[in-house]
Structure formats: C-alpha cells, structure tokens
C-alpha cells in the first residue's frame, strides 16, 4: 500500500487562490485561461498552478499509461499534448483521487513549466507575466530613472556567446 504522509511543518503544503486571470500556452498557442485557479506552494519548490479542467482545451490532450505517486497528494495521471503536428509527452497531470488533506486540486490540471508556459495577466493591458515573478523584486532591479538600478545587477544566467 502507498505511503500517505500530511503536510506539516517538516514539509509545508498550501493552498490558494492565484492573484487574478491565468493562461497557459504551449507553443505560443492559449491551451488553458481561467480566473479560477489555484497555486499550491510545496516545501522549496516552485508553485504550481492547477487549472480547473473545464477551462483547459481538453481536445489536445490525451490520457497516458504513466502514473506517478507522491505521498503528500496522491497518484498523479498524465497527458499528452498534441498539436499542430507537435507533441509534448506526459506534459500535463492531474490528481483525480488525490487524499484528503489535498482535495482542493481534485480533477484540475498542472503543466510542465519547461514544456507549457504559465502566466498571470498583467495589469497593463493583458500582458502575461510568469506566475511565480515576484514584482516588487524586478522593479528593484530595473532603471530607477537616474540611470542605474536601485539594487545590485543580477547574476548573469548565460555565458558569453563563442
């Protein structure tokens, strides 16, 4: 029988309501909007946004035979995308059963962030921004307007080009 283990301080697990509307697009192309999603935030790792499955275009998405058990959750399905002659395996999951203490993702939808791309519209006219982006962070770090930022520059993530 699988382990079930409850969220608690030695591995924190919560819940909420993201901040506003949240697309996910997979090749440029909206496979999923929803103002009714939830971010679940699990120990050190990144969130998650977990889409309702009525508002995910559930006709590019295929069952798989894999599955996956974590003992916080549950057992996880997977999903296929296909699209426009590309696929993207095992790309989505879904907990359909998950345990008690996690019944709020129950029958929602989460991507792969290297494979689907998770945003919150912006307040400037829609614009999208990666969920997890904290704002306050990138405007210290942007042009004050005297020519220089107001906190030391980050580290480069890329090297110099051969």
């Known amino acids: 029988m699988p382990v079930q283990l409850t969220p608690g301080p030695d591995h924190p ?6 901040p506003g509307r949240m697309t996910a697009y997979y090749q440029g192309h909206e496979i999923a909007g929803s103002d009714d999603v939830l971010l679940l935030r699990e120990a050190n790792y990144p969130p998650v946004a977990y889409f309702p499955r009525g508002d995910v275009e559930m006709g590019y998405l ?5 599955s996956s058990h974590c003992p916080y959750k549950g057992d996880a399905s997977y999903f296929t995308i ?9 790309a989505v999951w879904s ?3 998950p345990y008690p203490a996690m019944d709020a993702i129950k029958d929602r939808l989460a ?11 912006g307040a400037r006219g829609g614009e999208a921004q990666p969920a997890d982006m904290n704002i306050d962070e990138v405007v210290r770090h942007t042009d004050s307007g005297a020519g220089s930022s107001q906190a030391a520059p980050w580290t480069p993530t890329a090297g110099n080009p051969i």
């Open 13 to 18: 697990i919560t819940i909420e309501a993201a």
């Open 62 to 66: 295929g069952r798989t035979a894999r």
């Open 82 to 90: 296909t699209m426009d002659g590309r696929i993207a395996e095992n």
């Open 95 to 97: 907990y359909e059963t």
């Open 111 to 121: 991507f792969y962030p290297n494979t689907v791309e998770v945003a919150v519209a």
